[in-house]
């Protein structure tokens, strides 16, 4: 059995991995797109497609490269060799392989679905007619999405294995733990756009902590070399008493009181780590105004979203920003304006009032207990493989019948047992969410 899997992110790359090894411990061999944590699991990799993680308009200079790997895929499942295709994340790229698949009857599973229920709903239309399954990350996608006729299935988020089985450098956090006390982690992202975008509201915000509290010290965590050359530039500009470190996200934000953190899939290891953090991401002047028209959820941190009822913007009170929301762990400045005044304002009044700073903890103690549960990667492993062998014995079950009723009666012409076989390849790929068939040779 061969699966083909789809990742273009940093973050995707990691839960395919994760997703290859469990496939493969099952005998599944693994193809696709991905990057180099899916190539070193054993994912036989035909691109490399995380250097192409970026958004909005810097993805239009991609077009001619992204329209050739669309363009593989298309002759990859043109082969008949492949018995399902799983999607993580990477949507503007992905729904095309979604779409090249489909044409060719192949089964697509969405594990790490757009995030529609936030913002852009509409193309809930778009996922029901190209996706099959949907492997959910989040609990309360799972009825929103099957209230538009979706078929959807929690399985949990595979950020936890990662976190779950990761082991901290314990010579790093002795040495740098014992010299560095209050510690700030500022997380710029990783994403190159996104380090550019935030990183001087990132150190505007720890200049002004440190002028309230001077005993204060920072770090800058780095996702690759490059991005640390281009931060420790801008520090050394500055003159700011700041370190720059490279692969050392999990030991730092470990050793942290506090973190400043771009927003991302990175606010859920804070959480599993429960260190209190401001969330920021800078918005251009375009974005900001398509947020009122696009964004259908109250928040854009994934952690303060899991903590409240109702995800819904409708939900926020008239005049009250999610930065001052007692009722969420993360304060959240999601603005085109520079609100480093008001994050540093929040991060001196948790430096200088631990109970505050211990309550926030207390809300991230009760979140973890309830969603940093490990088993994602399994659960999704084992959901694909069983609606795969259900479909090849239903399929089985169709040709057989056939082939009995053929052989009990010598008069009935050749041709049933071709068209027994057609149907059966039709059965197997039927779609649950639309009910169309797809024509993939057996």
């Known amino acids: 059995m061969r699966v083909f899997i789809s990742v273009g992110e940093p973050s995707g790359d990691l839960h395919g991995a994760n997703l290859v090894r469990e496939l493969q411990s099952e005998g ?24 192409f993680a970026v958004m909005f308009l810097q993805a239009l200079k991609f077009i001619p490269q992204m329209w050739g790997h669309y363009r593989q895929a298309e002759r990859i499942f043109a082969t008949g060799q492949i018995d399902a295709v799983v999607l993580i994340d990477f949507p503007g790229f992905n729904w095309w392989v979604a779409k090249a698949a489909k044409r060719h009857g192949v089964p697509v599973f969405y594990y790490g679905v757009p ?16 996706v099959n399954h949907v492997l959910c990350k989040l609990p309360f996608e799972v009825p929103w999405f099957a209230a538009r006729g979706v078929s959807a299935n929690y399985v949990g988020h595979p950020y936890f294995d990662e976190l779950h089985t990761r082991q901290l450098d314990p010579e790093f956090l002795q040495e740098y733990g014992d010299q560095r006390r209050p510690l700030i ?31 204060v010290s920072f ?49 859920l290891e804070l959480m599993y780590h429960l ?30 979203l899991l903590a ?4 819904s913007r409708r939900a926020g009170r008239a005049g009250e920003a999610t930065g001052g929301d007692p009722s969420v762990p993360f304060p959240e400045f999601a603005w085109q304006k520079n609100p ?33 549960i490990p088993g994602a ?37 050749a041709s049933v047992s071709v068209a027994a076989a057609t149907i059966a390849r039709q059965v197997r790929f039927q779609s649950p969410a639309s009910g169309s068939t797809g024509r993939r040779a057996a």
Request: charged share 25%; hydrophobic share 45%.
């Open 340 to 372: 480093a005044p008001e994050m540093s304002a929040i991060a001196v009044q948790w430096l200088q009032n631990p109970e505050e700073l211990e309550r926030r903890r207390q809300q991230l103690v009760q979140l973890k207990a309830k969603y940093a």
């Open 115 to 130: 995030q529609m229920w936030g913002w852009l709903p509409w193309r809930v239309r778009k996922l029901r007619r190209l």
């Open 275 to 304: 260190k209190p953090s401001i969330i920021v991401y800078r918005l251009k002047r375009v974005q900001a105004i398509l947020k009122w028209f696009v964004m259908t959820c109250r928040f854009i941190t994934l952690v303060n």
């Open 308 to 311: 409240t009822d109702d995800i």
């Open 185 to 215: 982690t500022l997380l710029p992202g990783s994403r190159d756009q996104e380090v550019r975008g935030n990183l001087e509201w990132l150190l505007e915000t720890a200049l002004r902590i440190k002028q309230e509290v001077p005993a």
């Open 377 to 413: 990667s399994v659960r999704a492993a084992r959901y694909v493989l069983e609606q795969l062998k259900s479909s090849r014995a239903g399929a089985a079950g169709v040709a057989g019948e056939a082939m009995a009723a053929d052989g009990a009666d010598d008069d009935l012409p």
């Open 28 to 51: 599944v061999q693994c193809v696709g797109f991905g990057g180099p944590r899916m190539q070193e699991a054993g994912c036989e990799i035909y691109q490399d497609l995380t250097p």
């Open 219 to 267: 770090a800058v965590a780095c996702y690759h070399p490059a991005q640390a050359e281009y931060v420790r530039e801008v520090v050394a500009a500055g003159h700011l008493p700041i370190d720059v470190f490279v692969k050392r996200t999990p030991e730092l934000i470990e050793l942290s009181t506090m973190c400043v953190a771009c927003s991302g899939s990175v606010s």
